[in-house]
């Protein structure tokens, strides 16, 4: 019996096939397809360009009817009877254009999950996957709170902004102001929280690569390691062949996934996605004075001096202003608690910013996370470690290391 593995294997067979000519009846259907698909799409295009259009700008068909035909307007009561005859001919007629019928009728629904993800995917890149994975992240580690905070919210937003008895209104302010500055504390510690993002990166590729599995694939098949014969059978061979190129495909993968979080740290995705966060942030806050200072107002309408009938819209110009400890024209703080508030608006503010400066000054120093970086590539390397051992015991082979 050979000492070596890799002498026992049994080589597979080649077949030697004529490459086959692409025929001239299969370039003319991909043609005809073209030109179908392209057809299909101009027409969706108008179709729905023109419901658009009837729903929510004008009649088309009225003001065409009364150009045409000025004394024929109940040529309009036969549009129903049009269409109809229209779908019964398609289908009876045109059985064989029965997709492209349903791609006219559907294409709102596959523009919105085929065609523009499929135009976004140009721009896609592994930063952007690693930036979604943070995101992914930041809301998972507190998600039932989340959801029970943003529940909350709209909860208080709806019963504020109905008709509701005023003494609620001072409660639904407080649990907005809670909510918050709860949202506003979380942001807040996400600045310095890039080791855990980090660590659960390192988390993932640890069970990885210490799961079953991919030990399964860095060890020979066990109807090979226990078989004694002199060559493998060829499904042996090709189970070997298998595990191996698996187990090679992991090593490669981890050490791929090791090079773009380092990327990642190094590239502006962090930077650009804390200034999202808090643009989204800057609204958020401004959102939630607007209906806090609604609901003063509704609780005690002499807080406010208004000239101008109450709108919402009004309060969210004031909302904005205030934070930046700014008036507008119209309306005005005079009661204690209104007052207070844009107070507190006016502290607010620049708080905002000066975090968002923090964290752009904390993206930009790189000391601290590339050591929480490093931290992590280690981690992931030690784990792919040990699955390089034991492919190269179990297939006396040494894959190139990561």
């Known amino acids: 019996m050979s000492d070596s593995l890799w002498d026992r294997l049994t080589p597979k067979k080649l077949v030697k096939t004529q490459p086959k000519a692409e025929s001239a009846q299969k370039q003319e259907w991909s043609e005809v397809s073209k030109r179908r698909f392209r057809t299909a799409q101009m027409l969706a295009v108008i179709a729905w360009a023109y419901l658009i259009t009837k729903v929510f700008i004008f009649d088309l068909d009225f003001r065409l009817i009364v150009a045409l035909f000025p004394d024929s307007p109940w040529m309009l009561d036969l549009r129903v009877l049009v269409v109809a005859a229209i779908i019964i001919g398609f289908v009876h007629f045109f059985r064989k254009y029965v997709w492209w019928i349903l791609y006219i009728l559907f294409f709102p629904v596959i523009l919105v999950l085929w065609h523009?993800?499929?135009?976004l995917s140009?721009?896609?890149?592994?930063?952007?996957?690693?930036?979604?994975?943070?995101?992914i992240y930041s809301v998972?580690?507190?998600?039932?709170t989340s959801v029970t905070i943003r529940v909350?919210?709209?909860?208080?937003?709806?019963l504020i902004a109905g008709v509701k008895p005023p003494t609620l209104m001072p409660v639904l302010a407080v649990v907005l102001a809670v909510c918050m500055l709860w949202t506003f504390i979380r942001a807040l510690v996400r600045i310095f929280s890039s080791r855990g993002f980090l660590q659960a990166h390192a988390s993932l590729a640890q069970r990885i690569l210490r799961s079953g599995l991919v030990m399964q694939w860095a060890s020979l098949p066990s109807v090979v390691?226990?078989?004694?014969?002199k060559r493998f059978n060829q499904k042996q061979t090709q189970e070997v062949a298998e595990n191996l190129s698996k187990a090679l495909m992991v090593i490669k993968a981890s050490d791929f996934y090791a090079y773009r979080l380092v990327r990642y740290r190094r590239s502006p995705a962090p930077f650009m996605l804390g200034m999202i966060s808090y643009a989204l942030m800057f609204v958020y806050v401004s959102l939630m004075l607007t209906a806090i200072n609604i609901a003063v107002c509704k609780f005690s309408p002499g807080e406010f001096h208004l000239e101008q009938e109450f709108s919402s819209l009004n309060f969210l110009h004031y909302s904005l202003s205030s934070l930046a400890l700014n008036g507008v024209d119209g309306l005005s703080p005079i009661g204690s608690i209104a007052v207070a508030i844009k107070i507190f608006s006016g502290y607010f503010g620049p708080i905002i910013l000066a975090t968002l400066l923090l964290d752009a000054i904390h993206s930009y120093r790189k000391d601290r996370d590339d050591a929480a970086t490093q931290e992590t590539i280690e981690a992931i390397k030690r784990d792919a470690g040990k699955v390089i051992k034991r492919v190269e015991i179990e297939y006396q082979v040494t894959p190139p290391l990561p």
């Open 116 to 119: 523009i993800p499929l135009k």
């Open 122 to 135: 140009r721009f896609w890149s592994w930063d952007v996957a690693i930036a979604i994975t943070q995101v």
């Open 225 to 229: 390691s226990r078989s004694r014969a």
């Open 152 to 158: 909350t919210e709209l909860c208080c937003i709806f």
């Open 140 to 144: 998972g580690r507190n998600f039932k």
